[in-house]
């Protein structure tokens, strides 16, 4: 008989272990539990949908519907919450949500993809306080929309990667938007000139920034900072980060790594016997450091999704690690990264230089040909690329994975020279950026 496997969580991570073990096992006895009603959707998407709901439909989020998945004979059960994991027994104790009704189900393999949670805003709030909305679910995107009526004015705290998508956003759908980030710039993990460049970006869409402040007090339709300035806003987005969700697996047994999120192999096994994890609750391995880091993100849940599935399935499959590639756009800045910057490469005992190199993104008389800057991290004892940070208006997707590529297969600056690359006025330089960053560090 076929092993049953039973995957908890339905969205990167979980649907794409299911869909993975179902093509490499047809014969597989596939559970799916996810409390929430929606399954394997985009939340990557979430903000480009609120922006543009005629253009971007709820539905076109949805990779694979419930209904998709039971076609291909995987039990995908929504509203369907694992309260407890009994190891011992191989047994998961599930909570029907529609129905409060509590049944167990026993398990050959289980993978652990709970995901992550958005931080919760510890602000003392009045009665009078404006209505706070979080972005992790598309049912928090759906909640968001019915808040919209009536809002005029939306605060943003945080000026990660949420509140910059989420900024551009509220602004396409024409509202005053104020964003507050507690560190003295936003994107603090990026290099200073390259936050400075978003938030100039920001100011010219007429987004307000606050800096350097935290929010003490939500009273009568305003947020309070500790600063003592009080914005006038209908509703307070937070965007203050995420967590992993880890205390269902903790509870089972299942180790944590010094990053707060659950330690895995690279065959997303955990300590438990035959219980995997995978996606935003677990942590990676960094590839330049070999570092436990925690990367929240859709290509490395949906990396690690397929690894588990395989190995769940009978099959055989490691991953390699990261090395923290991440792209975001802010109205008409690109902004990217990967690898590492300056203090990482310090602190991982490489002896790194930081440059800076500005060049035209395709030939200067080429009308969409933009200004790129790239912030290179090289190790001066190796000559290798490290990292690399890049920001402008036109190639920053294609150089930063160009760069993760070079960082990847252990290039030299003067390997980035000698790379072959592709050329036309229409696209590039006639020295590629790349390129030319590898003769300016030679
Ligand atoms: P999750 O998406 O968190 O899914 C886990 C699921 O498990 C959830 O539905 C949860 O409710 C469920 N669950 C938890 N506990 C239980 C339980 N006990 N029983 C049953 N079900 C349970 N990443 C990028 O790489 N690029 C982007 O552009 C990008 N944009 C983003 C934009 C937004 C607005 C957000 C919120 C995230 C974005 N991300 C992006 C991050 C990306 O969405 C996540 O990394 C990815 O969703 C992680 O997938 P996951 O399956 O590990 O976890
Ligand atoms: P984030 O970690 O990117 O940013 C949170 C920001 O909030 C930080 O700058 C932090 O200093 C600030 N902050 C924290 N507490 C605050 C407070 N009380 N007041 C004001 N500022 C405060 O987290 P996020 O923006 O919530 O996004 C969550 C995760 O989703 C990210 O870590 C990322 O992994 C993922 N994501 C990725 C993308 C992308 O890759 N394009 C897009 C969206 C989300």
Redesign the pocket.
């Known amino acids: 008989m076929s092993d049953r496997l039973v995957i908890?969580?339905?969205?990167?991570?979980?649907?794409k272990a299911a869909a993975t073990a179902r093509r490499r096992n047809p014969a597989a006895n596939i559970l799916v539990?996810?409390?929430?009603t929606?399954v394997s959707y985009?939340?990557?998407?979430?903000?480009y949908h609120l922006a543009a709901p005629e253009e971007i439909p709820r539905s076109r989020l949805v990779a694979r519907t419930s209904e998709t998945f039971r076609a291909d004979g995987i039990d995908m059960r929504t509203r369907?919450?694992?309260?407890e994991i009994d190891a011992k027994q191989a047994i998961v104790t599930i909570r029907d949500l529609n129905s409060a009704r509590r049944y167990t189900e026993s398990y050959d393999k289980l993978l652990i993809?709970?995901?992550?949670?958005?931080s919760r805003l510890k602000t003392a709030a009045s009665l009078t306080a404006p209505p706070i909305v979080q972005?992790?679910?598309l049912a928090d995107a759906d909640h968001l929309v019915t808040c919209l009526t009536g809002v005029r004015k939306l605060v943003i705290l945080g000026g990660g990667?949420?509140g910059l998508?989420?900024a551009e956003a509220a602004c396409k759908l024409g509202l005053d938007v104020a964003l507050v980030e507690m560190a003295p710039r936003v994107i603090p993990s990026f290099d200073e000139a390259v936050a400075r460049m978003v938030e100039a970006m920001l100011r010219k869409h007429g987004v307000e920034l606050f800096t350097g402040a935290r929010v003490v007090e939500l009273d009568r339709g305003h947020v309070v900072l500790d600063n003592g300035v009080r914005i006038q806003t209908d509703m307070v987005l937070a965007a203050t980060g995420?967590r992993p969700?880890t205390a269902?697996a903790t509870a089972a047994g299942v180790d944590l790594g010094s990053t707060g999120a659950i330690a895995v192999s690279p065959q997303m096994t955990t300590n438990v016997e035959h219980v995997y994890a995978?996606?935003?609750?677990v942590e990676s391995r960094h590839v330049l450091t070999d570092r436990p880091v925690w990367m929240?993100?859709?290509?490395?849940?949906n990396r690690q999704?397929r690894v588990a599935g395989i190995n769940m399935a009978g099959g055989h499959a490691s991953f390699p690690g990261v090395l923290g590639t991440?792209?975001?756009k802010v109205f008409e800045l690109a902004v990217a990264r990967t690898g590492l910057g300056l203090a990482e490469a310090s602190a991982a005992s490489f002896f790194p230089v930081r440059e800076t190199i500005r060049m035209p993104s395709r030939a200067r008389y080429i009308r969409e040909s933009k200004t790129l800057q790239l912030h290179l991290t090289v190790d001066q004892h190796s000559g290798r690329v490290l990292g690399c940070e890049a920001v402008g208006e036109d190639a920053v997707d294609k150089t930063i994975d160009i760069m993760a590529a070079a960082i990847w297969g252990k290039l030299t600056a003067a390997d980035l020279f000698d790379l072959d690359l592709a050329y036309a006025p229409p696209f590039s330089p006639v020295l590629a950026p790349v390129q030319a960053a590898g003769e300016v560090l030679n």
Not at 33 to 36: D, G, K, S, Y
Not at 80 to 83: A, K, P, T
Not at 113 to 118: K, Y
């Open positions: 908890v969580g339905g969205v990167a991570a979980g649907a539990l996810q409390q929430e929606d985009s939340s990557c998407g979430l903000p369907h919450r694992v309260e993809a709970t995901g992550a949670e958005a972005l992790r679910t990667y949420i998508e989420m995420v969700c269902l995978a996606g935003d609750c929240p993100l859709g290509d490395v849940a999704g991440a792209i975001f």
